[in-house]
């Protein structure tokens, strides 16, 4: 039975309503990532300081230049200007390359370091979470709101940092001009705070939307593309389209809001800045006309207050910046601190038993508010065993290997492997005791060879062919244009539905585990590689503790005990004979396949 949700205990995630202040995700951003880096930043913060004093010393240069070059006509002054000039370029120009290069390769290497992370948290996290997520919005935490922290974080770090720099400086040198003219330019700007704090806040909403409607659009274009050969066979294009279309015009909404809200800061500044100006030419110019200042000093002043309108126009554009940011650093943190309810133990121990018997105590188990889908189960599998589970579809066969390879855990009752609850255990240490097959035959885009050998570790190149000859996958491998060279595709489309179950197998049996699990494992194959492949699994099922889901009894007759399941419940269990006799749910399955010749 596969788990149309989360489970209770551990995969019922319900969404979190979360949002950090900027103050705590700061916080955690320095502290995780960029700390490791403080010599790099300091560096660009030394080279920033030169760039906002440069730029600041240029304004104050224009009083020497009016007041001395062209008033005065000091010679001397001609040639020194000109001189520090050059010199200043020459300093901004080098210490904004330094502070640059340092803020990318620091910026990059933090993105990536949180991808890392990120891709490290989620493989090892519950298989809950990719059936309550779904693959397609775990993949936009990578491909969207990676991509939002990667394009802004430089820009902020450095951004923030310099323009706020560079605007101490050039206020350093209004106020030492004229800190009246200052006063009458700083007074229209406090005013930008309110709107543009409004603007930044709706900002991180619209990004917040934004990035659940990505995770839709992404999940519609999986399952349109996934399922391709169903759309064109119901003639389904259409529908999908407008599917499609809804969640795209809901995304472009969004843009526009966004692109509207982001938008609004410049013209404010923009008509901001003009007020500060006019009213500055005004005031100063009847100071000049009276002799209270020289044209030089208030040129000076114009001078800085025109330079600084660029950083603080950028200050405000970058807040805008910051809380798109901001929202995509607070999903990003709220996935990492989505803990795994299936994890080890602090006292889990390895796997270490000298028989691998398999019993079921008493389990139940349900997934999320559905109905049980395991109801105190109970049954045991001899070491070296191999017991059958058979049933209608949904009846809970599937939920018992979940359980076993602790996908999940019960919410009651015991599973023991060699009398050890599985609870104790590490994760690592009871996995690599089982080989599974699923009916899905899941299969990984890359060369046949690195799919089998994904089933071990560092297995030898005899080893990987030996068990491709015993799934009856070598002689069709060699057929195919590059032979274990060949690229499988995306879940294995280049290959038959007969050809990905046989890797499989192979996979499976070059793990080489004491405990085998095996769901519909010849469910894709035809007739002639059912028999080599059957006799192949009867190889390796000798000595080895095995469980068998299969709807084909044909396949499970010669097992050692069937146990029957129905509605999470086992009703029934015998041999093959047995249950033959007791004219139960089993020999109703046995006539409906085999009609009067189930004997």
């Known amino acids: 039975m596969m788990p149309p949700m989360a489970s209770k205990r551990n995969s019922s995630r319900p969404k979190q309503v979360r949002k950090e202040s900027a103050r705590v995700l700061m916080g955690r951003l320095y502290s995780d990532y960029l700390r490791a880096h403080f010599s790099k930043l300091a560096t660009a913060g030394v080279c920033m300081v030169l760039v906002a004093a440069a730029t600041a010393t240029n304004a104050w240069l224009m009083q020497p230049v009016l007041d001395d070059v062209f ?120 005013i930008a705070g309110y709107p543009v704090i409004r603007l930044g806040k709706r900002m991180r909403k619209v990004s917040e939307k934004t990035q659940e409607e990505l995770g839709q659009y992404l999940s519609r274009l999986d399952d349109s593309f996934q399922g391709i050969r169903m759309v064109k066979a119901y003639n389904r294009e259409e529908h999908e389209v407008a599917q499609a279309s809804g969640v795209m015009e809901r995304l472009f909404g969004l843009y526009v809001k966004a692109a509207r809200t982001e938008s609004a800061a410049a013209p404010i500044m923009e008509l901001l800045a003009g007020i500060a100006i006019a009213a500055v030419i005004w005031y100063g110019g009847f100071k000049v006309l009276e002799g209270a200042t020289t044209p030089g000093a208030f040129f000076s002043f114009i001078a800085a207050l025109i330079m600084a309108y660029r950083p603080a126009k950028s200050l405000s554009g970058l807040n805008a910046n910051l809380q798109e940011a901001l929202a995509a650093i607070d999903r990003f943190y709220a996935m990492l601190d989505d803990r795994p309810a299936v994890q080890d133990g602090a006292r889990s121990k390895p796997l270490s038993v ?21 109801q105190h189960v109970s049954f045991s599998v001899q070491d070296g065993k191999t017991v059958a589970l058979v049933g209608p579809s949904g009846a809970g066969k599937s939920t018992i290997f979940n359980l076993l390879l602790r996908f999940y855990d019960p919410e009651s009752g015991s599973i023991r492997v060699g009398g050890t609850d599985i609870r104790t255990v590490t994760l690592a240490s009871l996995r690599e005791a089982i080989a599974y097959v699923n009916q899905d035959a899941t299969l990984f885009d890359t060369t046949i060879r690195e799919n089998i050998a994904y089933g071990r570790e560092g297995a030898s190149e005899e080893e990987i062919l030996e068990a491709a000859y015993n799934a009856a996958a070598h002689d069709f491998i060699l057929t195919l244009p590059d032979g274990y060279e060949t690229k499988v ?21 070059l793990r080489n585990a004491p405990i085998l699990l095996l769901d519909e494992a010849t469910s894709s194959l035809d007739s002639a590689s059912e028999k080599q492949v059957q006799q192949a699994l009867e190889r390796l099922m000798r000595g080895r503790t095995t469980i068998v889901i299969a709807h084909r009894l044909a396949t499970v007759m010669g097992a050692d005990q069937i146990y029957v399941i129905d509605n999470g419940t086992i009703i029934e269990h015998g041999t093959h004979q047995e249950l033959q006799a007791k004219s139960g749910l089993y020999a109703h399955l046995c006539q409906e396949q085999f009609g009067s010749h189930a004997a």
């Open 489 to 509: 595709g995306q879940h294995g489309v280049r290959l038959s539905g007969g050809q990905r179950q046989r890797i499989a197998i192979a996979r499976a049996m």
């Open 71 to 190: 008033l005065k006509q000091d010679r001397t002054m001609l040639m020194l200007v000109p001189a520090a000039v050059a010199l200043i370029a020459l300093v901004k120009g080098g210490a904004s390359y330094t502070q640059m290069v340092m803020m990318k390769i620091t910026g990059q290497r933090v993105i990536t370091d949180m991808q890392v992370t990120l891709y490290r948290h989620l493989i090892h996290s519950d298989l809950a979470l990719f059936t309550a997520q779904g693959s397609s919005r775990l993949i936009s935490r990578f491909s969207n709101d990676i991509q939002i922290i990667r394009r802004h974080l430089s820009n902020i770090l450095s951004g923030a940092l310099k323009e706020s720099v560079t605007l101490v400086f050039l206020i350093g040198v209004m106020v030492y001009q004229s800190w009246e003219l200052s006063l009458i330019a700083f007074g229209v700007f406090p």
């Open 354 to 374: 000298s028989h691998h018997d398999v019993v079921f105590e008493q389990v139940q188990f349900s997934y999320g508010q559905d109905a049980q889908a395991l």
